[in-house]
């Protein structure tokens, strides 16, 4: 029996789960749902869409829906609703608001028993997986998350927004600075100047003041303000050429010590990606199968990357995970 | 309630737990038991030593005894034994004996209603969980483990054997074209010899025939001929000076592939540690909270570390943990 998957939204991310669960052979993709006309919508497999109003009526035949909707606005409303019906998993990253959106999934998903799955990803997800064991390994330990070199849509986004600008795309870079103090195990205190530069590359309209937009981009509040940023101008035909990908990628770097002598030890969990949603739509379609196989075994609930045991993700059998893998 | 821990052995490992649990405010140790003569024993901490003698009447106060012998011999024997007894924790390492060394200790424990967690450590442990958590993600991809640079004790054992060796000390060395070559995703066959190089050092008699030693060495079946190995004759004084740690670490890398134009990704699990025995024992530690609480929980049997999910480990709340680390 193959693992029967719907996927909510279909922007980037939604593409992304598309072909992972292409690449999962006990998984089945039974439809992308979504809230436009899904006559205006073809999907890259040709799997069929159906519109929101199919699945709101909760008797879509799905294991588990993949919501794959912004953090700001989509995920708050879309998860407690869906999970009232459905196993849903999301990538929900608004980190502040956590609390409330765990508690909201969880009352949906126990009433209904069925699971939901929260913040799963890479960042929260992986990064955070990877966080948790080693901070529990060495209590005391200090970690640093780094992003990149990478693409932020957001800050793509943030730059689109002034005035004169036809296309942006910024790339978060770690310095490497940073990283080798991390390395050392000196537990250096960063600030956020010192862990990150913004690079940015920037389409400007005919006849458009560059110097302005330099400008308005580095001196924005919380997007480049408190970093060194560097602007760089070019062609439409460049940026399609140089910058049509959305890699991303970074490092968790943990140091900590044991023993009476203060023996050092690092860990490091290091991200190369050459497509963010692709690599973030697979990690949802693994922890979907965790998900389908949790509410099987009787699970209802908000769950997180915390709650599921590795085993869950992999369609191995314990025999042959111990085999291949221990 | 702090968790009640017992370290059985009291060798490098045995020292590398005492330490951890040191650190672990939310856990005591009770004692260490030895099958020597507990008054010839004398402890880092100073916590007491009893006789296995004592542990045998199944009857010390203990939440898990963490069990520090030897895969060889002394853990397919002790962990069935004490399963029966306590929740137990080992970390058995003969890969092709895992399948009956579970079966075994599942059987015991299961009887007895108590929790055994095998094959507990980096690797087998933290790199195990590593290579789960990337395969599943990305299916087909390929795991590459590389170890070192770090001290292995078996190789180091095997040349102290050689007729004149007074110490030797044996590093194992990850091949940084090899590293460099699975990080770009080309996903390179790898001999034994491309992956690793062995580099000894080594304190002979005064007298003895050096060359007839090297000899020895670099010709030994299993241990040293499949590598290239480098052997350097030093003082014991040198010995004692540059190469009395254990350190050791390694990388598991993951090389994958999504979507359909084959976007590329790396996954890199790196350790560095100035001590095996003391991170070991530290990776032991956590996972003996967990077998604690799985068994506070009405669990019972034998588990690895993919069974247990990553909250587990932690003495923070999940409140907490989705706090300060998602």
Chains 1, 2 share one sequence.
Request: proline share 4%.
């Amino acid at each position: 029996m193959k693992t029967k998957i719907g996927i909510l939204g279909y922007g980037n991310l939604g593409r992304g789960v598309e072909q992972a669960v292409l690449r999962n052979e006990d998984m089945e993709l039974v439809a992308v749902y979504t809230r436009r006309d899904p006559a205006s919508v073809k999907t890259v497999s040709g799997v069929k869409t159906v519109s929101t109003d199919v699945l709101d009526q909760g008797t879509e035949d799905l294991d588990v829906l993949v919501i794959c909707g912004g953090s700001a606005t989509d995920l708050p409303e879309m998860t407690p609703k869906y999970a009232a019906m459905y196993n849903v998993i999301d990538s929900f990253d608004t980190h502040a608001n956590i609390p409330q959106h765990f508690a909201n999934v969880d009352a949906a998903a126990r009433a209904a028993g069925k699971i939901g799955i929260i913040s799963c990803g890479w960042d929260p997800g992986m990064f955070s997986v990877n966080r948790l064991y080693s901070l529990s390994i060495l209590p005391g330990a200090n970690a640093y998350t780094f992003w990149g070199k990478g693409v932020s849509q957001g800050h793509s986004d943030a730059i689109r927004r002034i005035p004169g600008v036809l296309d942006a795309r910024q790339y978060t870079v770690p310095v490497e600075a940073a990283l080798e103090a991390v390395r050392s195990g000196r537990n250096p205190e960063l600030t956020t100047r010192q862990k990150h530069t913004r690079l940015c590359y920037v389409v400007a309209e005919d006849g458009a003041d560059k110097a302005a937009i330099e400008k308005a981009i580095v001196t924005m509040p919380n997007y480049f303000a408190d970093y060194d940023t560097t602007v760089n101008f070019i062609s439409m035909e460049e940026m399609k050429r140089d910058h049509s990908g959305l890699p991303h990628g970074g490092s968790v770097i943990v140091t900590g010590e044991t023993g009476s002598t203060g023996n050092k030890h690092v860990v490091e969990y290091k991200l190369t990606l050459d497509s963010n949603p692709e690599f973030t739509g697979s990690v949802l379609a693994a922890y979907a199968r965790a998900a389908a196989r949790m509410n099987q075994a009787g699970d209802s609930g908000a769950k997180t990357v915390f709650d599921i045991a590795p085993a869950l993700l992999s369609p191995l059998s314990g025999e042959q995970l111990r085999h291949d893998y221990l």
